[in-house]
Structures are given as C-alpha cells and as structure tokens.
C-alpha cells in the first residue's frame, strides 16, 4: 500500500501525534579508497554527507556503519573514533555504509510547525473566500493528504504517490481521533495525544488499508 506516516496538528501548529508506519529504507554500501572523495560533517550528533554524491549516496545522508561496525555520532560501536579512522590512508580501503537518516522528534516537531504557516498562505492566496488551504503536496517520491476539521486540527497522511483515497482514509482516522483521543477524559486539547486505545485503532485501520486497500475501509 505504501502508507508511510500519519501526522496531526494542532489548530495553532504544534505537533500533537505522529505515527511512523512503514518507512522505506535507503541504504548505500561501498567500498572506498583513500582519500574519501565525500566530505562529511558532524550535525545534530552524526555523521552527514556535507559534499559529494556517488552511487545513491547524496548529500545529507548519515554513515551507518564502517566495515560493518554500526556508527551512533562520531563512535563506532567498538569504541573507535570514526573521524580518525575515516583520516587515516593506512586504514583503507573501507567499507562504508550510509543511508538516509531518521528523523527525530525535534526535526517533525519542526517540519510540522513550517506546514502550518505554509497551509496559512495557500489560504490567503486563494482569490476565492474561505479556501481549504493545501489539501495535496506531490513529489516524485511521495504525496502529502492533508484534512483540515471544523476546529483547524490537521490531519496530514504521507503515502507512495501513485494512491488514491488518501482522503477517505483522513476521514476514518478523523473518526478514531474523536472516538478515543477526544472522548478520553484524561486527554486535553492542543496537548500531545498519548492514548493507547487511539494508537491501537489507528494501527489497525492502517494494516487494513495496506492490506486490502483503503476502499475496504
């Protein structure tokens, strides 16, 4: 199906819920001679690729691994400095392994707080009074659905670009939002939803789609 993520948004532009559901990975192994012909850079504690693109390794993807030892920030996994390893010509060749980073919480909180000023413009800039905003952004890799409610909480689902009823599928997920994240008396408005009912139907509705279509829904 290609569902790959479902984020909500709260009418003032706070992230409030995100849900990874299947994110594809993008991995790049190579074997390397000295001297490295990428510069890589340490960013938000790893190991970025700053200049340089070669064999689907493009600028901003983070090194995993070398010679097969994970790298978590500028460590290897065995203790070994990554930087004077990557430094020193007696160590080559070397394996390498990138692949596109994860994104922490601090990155969507982020992204999420741009969309909303963006959805603001595409409303403003509308000749035509009361305009949706954005409701689709397509890239060739992927689409953007956005459902905007009554009360201006967003719904925004990512998915492969090819699919179709991403907009039935906001709407179901808009129902299981007020069935068990509005409807739970411990749950306040604008504040992040930690529900585990809401996180268990979700899931569910989404397996669903992926697995039948969203027209099963």
Do not use: W
């Not at 299947?22 to 990428?38: A, H, N, R, S, W």
């Not at 905003?133 to 909480?153: H, N, P, R, S, W």
Request: glycine content about 6%.
């Amino acid at each position: 199906m290609g569902i790959y993520g479902v984020y909500i948004v709260s009418k003032s532009g706070g992230l409030i819920f995100n849900y990874d559901y299947t994110v594809p990975k993008i991995e790049t192994e190579q074997t390397f001679g000295y001297p490295l012909d990428l510069k890589l850079s340490c960013e938000n504690n790893r190991l970025l690729v700053s200049f340089g693109q070669r064999d689907n390794i493009k600028v901003g993807h983070v090194l995993l691994a070398i010679n097969g030892v994970p790298v978590s920030g500028r460590k290897l996994e065995d203790g070994k400095d990554a930087i004077e390893m990557l430094n020193d010509a007696t160590n080559y060749p070397l394996n390498l392994k990138f692949g596109r980073p994860k994104m922490t919480i601090n990155e969507k909180i982020f992204l999420a707080s741009m969309f909303y000023p963006l959805f603001a413009i595409a409303s403003q800039l509308s000749p035509e009074p009361r305009s949706s905003g954005i409701e689709t952004l397509e890239a060739d890799t992927f689409k953007l659905q956005c459902f905007q409610t009554l009360t201006g909480v967003k719904f925004m689902v990512i998915a492969d670009p090819t699919h179709v009823g991403l907009e039935q599928l906001l709407k179901k997920i808009y129902e299981i939002y007020a069935d068990f994240a509005l409807k739970n008396p411990f749950y306040s408005l604008e504040m992040p939803i930690r529900c585990e009912l809401f996180d268990t139907n979700l899931q569910a509705l989404l397996e669903q789609a992926d697995k039948n279509g969203i027209n099963s829904i």
